[in-house]
Nanobody, 126 residues
Framework: QLQLVESGGGWVQPGGSLRLSCEAF????????IGWFGQAQGKEREGVSC????????IYVDSVKGRFTISRDNAKNTIYLQMNSLKPENTAIYYCGAGRRWIRRCVLNKSDFGSWGQGTQVTVSS
């Protein structure tokens, strides 16, 4: 059974940092497109970043470019999202999702991802 488990969320002051983890169970991430999405209270789930399987290429939504970094550790079957210079507007539940079987390159469309984890809460406030 394919399962993704997120961790690493918490409370942080503006300007602080967090590192989120997305660990896979039941399948290997080596050739899998993985996306991070954030869902603020009362809003739709939106794409934040994505990393491809084969080339490791990455994409980011404009609002986090230069502040967030996505990476993978195939030995640990885990994808990370390093979040620096956090802002209150980054407050959300963050989910990782696996690209559906027809996805070969990174996209940030929610409908192209599945096998969502349970999410991890990130709260940025003073």
């Amino acid at each position: 059974q394919l399962q993704l488990v997120e961790s690493g969320g918490g409370w942080v002051q503006p300007g602080g940092s967090l590192r989120l983890s997305c660990e896979a169970f039941g399948f290997t991430l080596d050739y899998q497109v993985i996306g991070w999405f954030g869902q603020a209270q009362g809003k739709e789930r939106e794409g934040v970043s994505c990393i491809s399987g084969s080339s490791g290429s990455t994409i980011y939504v404009d609002s986090v470019k230069g502040r967030f970094t996505i990476s993978r550790d195939n030995a640990k079957n885990t994808i990370y999202l390093q979040m620096n210079s956090l802002k209150p507007e980054n407050t959300a539940i963050y989910y990782c999702g696996a690209g559906r079987r027809w996805i070969r390159r990174c996209v940030l469309n929610k409908s192209d991802f599945g096998s969502w984890g349970q999410g991890t809460q990130v709260t940025v406030s003073s």
